[in-house]
């Protein structure tokens, strides 16, 4: 294989540690531990690796980034590496004297994340009291510092009436960007899938918000729309695509293709602390599996899109289907498509409680093997 350009961003999952307990978490299902992450030095290393090898962004993210002590230190490697530092965060740990150790450290954007504008939905959904209240002073906070801002709404079935509230609460707060981005359905998100997905009305009114608003705030504000798979015409090209454009490390420093790729078996996703980070990109088996097109099956071989959504989500696929290598089922155009469609059709219409993500209690029911026809309601 010729030599491929470097990733243009690295994802550091610093920790799965976290104070809240979100239901569409796209972190895996059995979560690392504190004893089990990398430490300092192996992370500063990643750092200057990445600098190496050409990478551009650098994404602190989890769990919650701001658990971890060092996070000031891992920043100011970074930045003296000419990387661009975006730090993602829930804000509940934050004030402004943390917002300041960090600005002084070199940290260029913080995305903070919203699970509501009501303060009582919102700290449900959350698993803690008082949550909300808290990312308002935050964001309050890191504008003051001077820091640019992007505010990142989850949206699901039990919030989707209140996106006129959300794109308003972003423009009251200054946020240069928001993201309107309904539940990827991984990890944690896969399995509380029947407690949000939304409706097709729900769905199309969300759209409706978000075209009218960057319409009318298209001088003032950025704003990123996320649809659920489940109501596509065709997929998106997941991180990317395969191997292409970004890398996660996650906390116990397993370099991989995206967020959810743990999840398919028969892979090795080699670890940054026996590997360097150049070697993994360009040469790691499990990196060049879905690399390209070379490996998709039909339609997607000789689909005009192949080099725009690069065969959509191979998680998603494992998901619905059993293997990775088929057409994403969210193609209109993938002989697996009806499993999407059933269950987006089977959706109940009274949503079961969430089942709350927690380190040490993944819920020993959710298989990750794929889900017949006839299962899906």
Not at 168 to 193: C, F, M, P
Not at 234 to 249: D, N, Q, S
Request: with cysteine; hydrophobic share 45%.
């Amino acid at each position: 294989m010729n030599a491929i350009p470097p990733p243009l961003g690295i994802v550091c999952e610093l920790t799965h540690r976290c104070p809240l307990q979100c239901p569409y978490c796209s972190n895996p299902l059995e979560l690392a531990r504190a004893g089990a992450e990398l430490g300092t030095d192996a992370w500063l290393r990643v750092l200057d690796e990445a600098a190496a090898l050409g990478v551009l962004h650098i994404h602190f993210s989890g769990g919650e980034p701001t658990v971890r002590k060092d996070l000031p230190d891992l920043v100011r490697r970074a930045s003296a590496n000419g990387l661009y530092t975006n730090l993602i965060t829930a804000g509940v740990l934050l004030d402004a004297a943390a917002i300041d150790r960090l600005k002084a450290a070199g940290i260029d954007h913080i995305q903070l994340s919203f699970q509501d504008v009501l303060p009582e939905s919102a700290d449900q959904i959350a698993g803690l009291a008082g949550a909300h209240e808290r990312k308002l002073s935050v964001a309050k906070a890191i504008r003051q510092a001077g820091l640019p801002l992007t505010l990142n709404f989850v949206v699901h079935r039990h919030n989707a009436e209140r996106v006129p509230e959300m794109l308003a609460l972003a423009e009251s707060l200054g946020a240069a960007r928001t993201e309107i981005a309904h539940v990827q359905y991984y990890g944690w998100g896969l399995v509380n899938r029947a407690a949000l997905l939304p409706s097709r009305a729900q769905l199309e009114f969300t759209l409706q918000v978000v075209q009218e608003a960057r319409a009318r705030l298209a001088e003032k504000m950025v704003i990123d729309y996320v649809v659920p798979d489940y109501y596509a015409q065709r997929p998106k090209a997941c991180m990317g695509g395969w191997g292409r454009r970004e890398m996660v490390i996650t906390p116990t420093g397993k370099a991989m293709p995206c967020h959810a790729a743990d999840s398919l078996p028969g892979f090795e996703f080699p670890s940054v602390t026996d590997t360097p980070l150049a070697d993994i990109w360009s040469n790691a088996p499990a990196f060049r599996r879905f690399r390209g097109t070379d490996w998709m099956p039909e339609p997607c071989r000789s689909c005009d899109r192949r080099e725009i959504d690069w065969g959509g989500c191979r998680c998603q696929a494992f998901a619905m289907t059993g293997d990775a290598a088929r057409t994403d089922p969210a193609c209109a155009l993938s002989p697996d498509h009806a499993l999407m469609l059933a269950v987006a059709e089977g959706r109940p219409e009274a949503a079961p409680a969430f089942v709350y993500r927690r380190i040490g209690h993944a819920p020993a029911s959710v298989s990750m093997e794929p889900v017949p026809a006839e299962a899906t309601v």
